[in-house]
């Protein structure tokens, strides 16, 4: 059983800076094709960052680009989100998810291709 678990999320203000992780349990990131979500108040969940199982090919929503960094550490079994020049719009709860697809250089951007999802971290950025 695979569980993953967010951590980083908090208040800060505009033009802060805050890095969430997403620790796995049960099975390594490694080879797996990861997702950063996020979801506002009365909004639909969205997309955020995305990495392909070969971490050769990255995707980002065209509001986080330039500000997020996804990356991940095989070594830690980790997958981090690196979230610069934050802006009140950043206000969301914050959710990785993994897929167990088998496409090496994809990058699933449909939240209904992922398999495993964590609890969420809430990170709320003030004006």
């Known amino acids: 059983q695979v569980q993953l678990v967010e951590s980083g999320g908090d208040l800060v203000q505009a033009g802060g800076s805050l890095r969430l992780s997403c620790a796995a349990s049960g099975r390594t990131f490694d080879t797996y094709a990861m997702g950063w979500f996020r979801q506002a108040p009365g909004k639909e969940r969205e997309l955020v960052a995305a990495l392909s199982r070969s971490s050769r090919n990255i995707y980002y929503i065209k509001s986080v680009k330039g500000r997020f960094t996804i990356s991940r550490s095989g070594a830690e079994n980790t997958v981090s989100l690196q979230m610069d020049n934050l802006q009140p719009e950043d206000t969301a709860l914050y959710y990785c998810?993994?897929?167990?697809?088998?496409?090496?250089?994809?990058?699933?951007?449909?939240?209904?291709?992922?398999?495993?999802w964590g609890q969420g971290t809430q990170v709320t950025v003030s004006s």
């Open positions: 998810a993994m897929t167990t697809g088998g496409r090496w250089d994809y990058v699933y951007k449909s939240s209904g291709e992922y398999n495993y």
